[in-house]
């Protein structure tokens, strides 16, 4: 127990932690708060094979971790005298303040609530979660991991919108890009799979999940991607609408009268596979599509038409690619949108063997056929973990 990392992802209304031993890569434990704030609150956690539940109203993260705390000693799990190293949060929007893991002081945490101007529905939901862990556990560094840190390094053309650069400038406006753990984690697992140097390695790694993300990596280093100042650029996803025309903005608040906070929520959360054919999920979408639903199938259709544009422009961006890696939810577990992404590409050295692409394994995995140039992989992402070594890394343990 000693040396591990109690990992915490704050969202508005849910908290999820995972302790985590860092060096061996497992997950000692592992919880949920969900629905705070509202009557029928609920916290599960498991902890080797024993779970636990909790129903009731939670007022606040503060009381959600406390009960998740008192929970674990319930079962035998006391945090507080478990040798904990540090407390790694994840923070969405670290600006362009913060590029690396950074150890939470008083000056971090007001810088992180004034990111919120940038990150509305994320990072004041962090800056609680960090707070009410704190609280919980004072006396060990917290450090917080941010989810853009990793595309600091995109190029000015690739970072800057073709926008008034003054305003652009007042106002922060610029790609920042997100889902950068994960993208980070995910290459780095594709060099030590292929025992390459990541020096050596051009990568598209393409994060599928209910938000989803492309990136473009030249020798480790993050030099496009497909979130933007916010993360509802690029990709279509379960709920957001990735790229349209801004000046669909312009004409919904003109001519069906929507306000900024009905625009927000129509393409954060009406938008996407949800938007088009009424479900997010892709293993819903599918039983759609297989019963015959014909806006189900155009969902799925403009999902690989957005993939597929991506996966052109990042092969031209990086001129050579070595490997293209899928991964989260829906990278992991569709073989058919794996297929369909890169469909009809031999000539372009990209050929995915049908029978790799179609064994249903939980690990790393090459699914491209031995002739093709371009090495197309499964990675499992692991947020979490990369969190843990972040942060384990940065206290020194
Ligand atoms: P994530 O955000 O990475 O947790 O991914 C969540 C999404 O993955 C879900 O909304 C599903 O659409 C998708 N997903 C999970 N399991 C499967 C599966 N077996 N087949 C297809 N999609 C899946």
Redesign the pocket.
């Known amino acids: 127990m000693k040396d591990s990392v109690l990992v915490v992802n704050s969202g508005s209304s849910s908290i999820k932690y995972q302790l985590v031993d860092p060096a061996a890569g497992v997950a000692i434990a592992s919880g949920l708060v969900e629905r705070i704030g509202e009557p029928d609150g609920r916290i599960t956690q498991r902890h080797g094979d024993r779970e636990g539940e909790h129903r009731g109203a939670i007022a606040d993260h503060a009381e959600g971790l406390r009960l998740a705390f008192a929970m674990f000693t319930e079962a035998g799990l006391d945090l507080h005298r478990a040798g904990i190293a540090a407390v790694g949060h994840r923070v969405v929007h670290g600006g362009e303040v913060f590029y690396r893991p950074t150890v939470i002081t008083d000056e971090v945490l007001a810088e992180i609530a004034r990111l919120s101007s940038l990150a509305p529905l994320h990072n004041p939901a962090n800056v609680i979660g960090i707070v009410g862990a704190m609280r919980e556990l004072p006396n060990v560094p917290h450090v917080a991991v941010f989810d853009t840190a990793f595309f600091h390094t995109l190029p000015a053309p690739a970072r800057t919108y073709a926008i008034d650069a003054e305003v652009a400038r007042a106002h922060g406006v610029r790609r920042y890009g997100f889902h950068g753990t994960s993208h980070e984690y995910v290459s780095g697992q594709v060099a030590q799979f292929l025992g390459r140097d990541p020096g050596e390695l051009n990568q598209i790694v393409l994060?599928?999940?209910?938000?989803a993300s492309a990136s473009a990596i030249a020798g480790g280093v993050a030099v496009d991607t497909s979130m933007g100042l916010t993360p509802l650029e690029g990709l279509v996803m379960?709920t957001r609408s990735g790229d349209i025309d801004p000046g669909i903005v312009m004409h919904l608040r003109r001519s069906a009268d929507l306000d900024i906070d009905a625009l927000d929520e129509l393409l954060n959360r009406r938008s996407g596979l949800k938007g088009l054919s009424g479900v997010?999920?892709?293993?819903?979408?599918?039983r759609l599509i297989d019963s015959g639903d014909e806006s189900a199938t155009l969902a799925y259709d403009v999902y690989i038409h957005r993939l597929r544009k991506y996966i052109g422009a990042y092969l031209v961006t990086l001129g050579r690619v070595d490997t293209i890696t899928f991964t989260?939810?829906?990278?992991?577990?569709?073989a058919d949108?794996r297929a369909d992404a890169l469909a009809g590409l031999e000539g372009l050295g990209i050929e995915v063997d049908p029978a790799r692409n179609g064994a249903k394994e939980h690990v790393a995995r090459v699914i491209s056929t031995d002739a093709s140039r371009v090495t197309v992989l499964v990675v499992p992402?692991d947020e979490e973990l990369a969190i843990a070594r972040a942060s384990a890394a940065l206290v020194g343990v």
Request: hydrophobic share 30%; net charge negative.
């Open positions: 994060h599928l999940g209910n938000g379960g997010n999920d892709f293993r819903e979408l599918r989260a939810g829906v990278g992991e577990n569709a949108v992402t």
